[in-house]
């Protein structure tokens, strides 16, 4: 039986041919892009956007994300193509996938479990990130004897990287990573632009040593960076395509595969254009000729750390977004600005009403006032009262002291109360403006816009009141006088990492390497973000509790 060759369809699309086996990963390449015709692959994946690359036996979608889940695209499959998804807390993949009248089979799965393929002894299976928090999950594959693992934006423990070894038998034939960013922070905050440049340098960074430490975990025959980055062809939009130049969050392959070949010198590291194929089990590359004389940022020997892309590639985009200017402005007429007297601000007020019902958990965990400042027509400034025992609205806008202000037109605000796209999705579309007070993430807030459903809210609170604070690792950190030991939680407070294996210490304060969230090991308060505070004390002397 031949090796599987996997073909690359951009960004973080895969399609996998093996004997009697072709199985399609997150393929996204509508023209109409994601967000609200924010994303857009990058470079143009359309040249495969063909009936002979889209039949397959079946289709494999990590998450909801509008990036990965490209409702457009599976409305197109053949009737034949079965599609498989997580099973999630909430039953959001499922809604979305019905709600746009697709009607192939859809099979979800738990984690871990095995879903076989063909006869031949070929399966799959998810990997689900361990907090329900974060609805992201790995797909691993088992396809011809040999091993592909399709981690897209799955933040994986080592724990779980070394179990799906396991599960397989073998070492990973291939990997891919992603090792672009997926966020609206810091770059839609009110920051000025060095503290931008500051933030996104050392965002960059950390996920380009996240991914290292997870690849020397349980080394893969061949690594190979892809999901990201996307690019912005709306002209309001354009100028975070800079940003995928040094020291901006969306780092391209060029970029995050030259990083890994100089941190593991003995890892092989691939990273392929749209149409590009490689043989699972020779590793050997066929470059799509579509190619030929196209560069990504990272191939530009005199790429620098200005934060601007070399001038080929911002006429390469140029192109792309003259391409697609139609899909864009189709944007715009589907989300009209609602006129004066739509009743905007009392379907606000409806819904933040009925999302502050859902989880008391989470409003005592957000405790802050939320600010809207929508512009239109029928905007205004509203704030929202988000615990921490109640949740109320006020449309005149005189809280005296909100904690986060978030900025917005009134056109994507009300394709979020209208139901036709979800908080996150305008989030990731970048399409907002931001401020908070203390500048400290509050995943809490982000959770119960994000989620909206009490059973996901209800399935967080159960994993994090459940663990078990006495469950604890001793660390060391290095210091001037030597060499001083930690005794703290064994899992992270926020989503659950195994500190033993993801985390380091510096100057008394322990980072943790899967969301980089900072406690202060002297009083085991978490620094930078809202989260319960770390159990930690001084190897041999009292705990600090939370």
Request: aromatic residues 8%.
């Amino acid at each position: 039986m031949g090796a599987p060759v996997v073909t690359s369809l951009g960004h973080a699309g895969l399609r996998i041919d093996a004997t009697h086996l072709t199985l399609l990963c997150d393929p996204w390449m509508s023209p109409q892009g994601a967000f609200l015709g924010s994303w857009f692959p990058f470079p143009d994946n359309s040249h495969l956007l063909r009936p002979d690359v889209l039949d397959a036996d079946w289709v494999a979608i990590s998450h909801e994300h509008l990036d990965h889940l490209d409702l457009d695209l599976l409305a197109i499959l053949p009737s034949h193509v079965r599609i498989v998804i997580p099973r999630y807390p909430a039953p959001e993949m499922i809604s979305r996938i019905r709600g746009a009248g697709i009607r192939n089979v859809v099979i979800e799965l738990d984690r871990w479990e095995r879903l076989a393929l063909n006869r031949l002894g070929d399966w799959m299976t998810v990997i689900q990130e361990q907090s329900p928090m974060c609805h992201d999950a790995a797909v691993l594959l088992s396809v011809a004897g040999h091993a592909i693992l399709h981690t897209n934006d799955a933040r994986l423990t080592p724990a779980q990287l070394r179990r799906a070894v396991e599960e397989v038998g073998r070492p990973i034939d291939l990997m891919g990573v992603q090792m672009s960013g997926a966020s609206w922070h810091p770059i839609c905050y009110e920051y000025p632009p060095d503290v931008v440049a500051s933030m996104s340098a050392d965002k960059r960074l950390g996920k380009f040593k996240a991914v290292s430490r997870l690849l020397r975990a349980a080394p893969p025959r061949v690594v190979m960076p892809y999901a990201g980055p996307p690019c912005f062809l709306d002209p309001t939009l354009a100028h975070h395509n800079d940003r995928i130049a040094p020291p901006g969050i969306f780092p391209d392959t060029a970029q995050a595969a030259a990083y890994l070949r100089s941190r593991l010198r003995d890892q092989s590291v691939v990273r392929l254009l749209p149409g590009d194929r490689i043989d699972v089990g020779t590793g050997a590359v066929d470059p799509d000729p579509h190619w030929h004389g196209f560069r990504l940022a990272g191939d530009h020997a005199d790429l620098g750390s200005e934060g601007r892309l070399p001038d080929d590639l911002h006429a390469y985009l140029d192109d792309y977004a003259e391409r697609r200017a139609a899909d864009v402005a189709a944007v715009y007429a589907a989300f009209p600005d609602p006129p004066r007297g739509s009743g905007l601000a009392q379907r606000f007020a409806t819904h933040f009403e009925q999302l502050g019902a859902l989880s008391d958990y989470f409003l005592h965990r957000i405790g802050m006032t939320v600010r809207f400042v929508v512009a239109g027509d029928d905007g205004g400034t509203w704030d929202v009262e988000l615990g921490p025992t109640r949740c109320s609205v006020d449309l005149t806008g005189s809280a005296p002291a909100p904690g986060y202000r978030i900025t917005v037109e009134a056109r994507w605000l009300d394709a979020v109360l209208t139901g036709r796209v979800r908080w996150e999705d305008l989030f990731l579309s970048l399409r907002i403006s931001c401020w908070r007070d203390p500048d400290r993430y509050n995943d809490y807030l982000v959770g119960l816009l994000k989620h909206a459903d009490a059973a996901a809210l209800d399935e967080v609170e159960r994993y994090e009141t459940e663990r078990d604070p006495d469950d604890t690792v001793t660390l060391a950190e290095r210091c001037a006088d030597g060499r001083r030991e930690w005794e703290v939680s064994r899992y992270c407070p926020h989503a659950g990492e195994d500190l033993a294996h993801g985390a380091v210490i510096r100057d008394g304060v322990l980072r943790c390497l899967a969301h980089n969230f900072e406690f202060d090991l002297g009083t085991g308060e978490c620094l930078n973000a809202r989260c319960d505070p770390l159990v930690s004390r001084r190897a041999g002397s009292r705990a600090v509790a939370p």
